[in-house]
């Protein structure tokens, strides 16, 4: 069974930066692709940044220019480096693996930027 262990949340202020890491327990070019979702209060969960196997990065648009993700395949980990953050970043991020038709999903970790 795959598992995906998040790390790397916390409180911050407005303008702060954090970052995100999950391991995985496979290699992580077993993977079509990798990502961060995120949960806001009372809001549905999005896709906020994604990398593809061959390398493609993706981020939605309130995320793109302050958010950056990589991936260490050695260490089979994922990062998101957030920067500039915003009260409407905060929420439950969630680490994502997609293989084939199956979806992974870490246990979440909280981020929250006061107002």
């Known amino acids: 069974q795959v598992q995906l262990v998040e790390s790397g949340g916390g409180l911050v202020q407005a303008g702060g930066s954090l970052r995100l890491s999950c391991v995985a327990s496979e290699n992580i070019f077993f993977f079509n692709s990798m990502g961060w979702y995120r949960q806001g209060p009372g809001k549905q969960r999005e896709l906020v940044a994604s990398?593809?196997?061959?390398?493609?990065?993706s981020y939605v648009d309130s995320v793109d220019g302050r958010f950056i993700i990589s991936r260490d395949t050695g260490l089979n980990t994922i990062n998101l480096q957030m920067n500039s953050l915003k009260p409407e970043d905060t929420g439950v991020y969630f680490c994502n693996a997609k293989m084939l038709r199956s979806d992974y999903w870490g246990q979440g970790t909280k981020v929250t930027v006061p107002s």
């Open positions: 990398i593809s196997l061959g390398g493609s990065i």
